[in-house]
């Protein structure tokens, strides 16, 4: 009876279909084949990196982000297609490559008005000629971009 139970067992083994890998470990992607769990690389958001005109469409037509050496920064927010609404302030890297931009909105003389404003640019890739990740007022909902950095322009 012993062996029948067995020769039952070792045949419905067979019969059944493979197990699934095992899912990578948080913050790791898969790679080939039996490769085995990849290592992402963290990094660190260097301010130098910011520097420079940004694009949240891409077309350079238009700028969204203007990051200045000094830690003036420009936001243009094009939401409402009848007018843009013109922001300026200062900004700062903080933990987890956070970008925290302290804004004021500008009024129709280009002077600051109101209470500033924060906004969050979480940076989820290292940045090159392309801006990845999160941007929002703080509290407010959080949008991805991917902003393309725009050339400098000649305006003499």
Known sequence: MRMAAAAFLLALAACSPPSAPAAPAHGAASGS???GPVATTAFRLEADALLGRWSFDRSCGLYDLVFEANGSVSYFDYAD???VVSYAGRWTIGDHN???LSLHRLGGD???TGDAITY???VSEPVADDLIGQFGAQGGDMRAI???RCPEEDRE
């Open 120 to 122: 969050n640019l979480d």
């Open 110 to 112: 280009g002077a600051p």
């Open 146 to 148: 991917t902003a393309k």
């Open 98 to 100: 956070r970008v925290v």
């Open 81 to 83: 297609a009848s007018h």
């Open 33 to 35: 084949v039996g490769a």
